[in-house]
């Protein structure tokens, strides 16, 4: 016979089981994790990869839309709780007033690096369009720069800036400063994806064109050449009192959290600072996005499916 010693035994031992598995993936907190969404495919698509790997230890998520330049003031105060793509040249000065400031923690760097500035697709060069590229000094030419006009350029060649929110007056303020306002202009694009379909149309009309872009990106594996400007020091922009002609700087590719986060999520934020992604899996993210045509979401789920031995170790 079955006593009731016994079975009453093996629910507890039962009972202990189920609680030890439940709580390998229980929540940090009730509370939700607030990642930010941005304005380019590979943060919006690391958003929901690094979300859903909170997400498998048994967190809350939440993504909300946010400026790219205020987040950090957001994250100092609360209302976001990360940032996973604090991109030195355009967001540097940002982030280190929120956190000179306080409430915002430095959490360390992907192993990427980074670069964003203007540059060309190569078939240009190869078109001959501007000869002496990349070196900047070619863009002096009047024969190159024609080469880049379009109907909203007045006659000058264009330069395709990103939207004005990342970077401000700074490409205008680097024509200026280099003596090519008699030459070229520059426009604002209002996305991301407006660059991809500038790269799109020029190559079917036979233009010439140079955009915005950056490193890493889908765009490293599609042959793609930044301009080289003046190097990059610490002062040379016009907001740090410098002539802004130099171009971007090698830069790294941070992340921030709000200075809670390690006491309200223990172990997400142990997981967040553990994580570091390369240029080649930023780029692949990227890319099931931009070349592949992806849902952000639909891009992550199938990064984290073709990545577990990447991100796995670092949930332990």
Known sequence: MFSI????????????????ASSINAADSKRPIIIPTHNWSSQVVMAYVIGGIFESIGNRVAYTPSDSQAVYESIRLGDVTISHEVWQSAFGASFDAARDKGGLLDWGDHEARTLEDMGYPNWVVEKGLCPGLPNWEAL????CAKNFATPDS???????????DWHQDLMPQRLEALGLGDLWTVKFAGS??????????????GRGTIIFNWTPNFTDGAGFTFIKFPPYYDGCRPVDGGDGKCGSPDGYLKKAVNDKFPKTHPHAARIFKKMSFTTSQIGAMAALVDTDK??????????????EAVWKPWTN
């Open 5 to 20: 010693k016994k079975y009453v035994g093996l629910l507890l031992a039962a009972s202990l089981l189920a609680f030890g």
């Open 154 to 164: 007045g006659g000058k060649g264009r330069w395709l800036e990103g939207p004005q």
């Open 192 to 205: 991301a994806d407006a660059l991809w379909a500038e790269l799109k149309a020029a190559k079917k009309e």
């Open 140 to 143: 002096k030419s009047p024969a």
């Open 294 to 307: 992806m849902t952000h979401e639909d891009a992550a789920k199938k990064w984290l499916a073709d990545n």
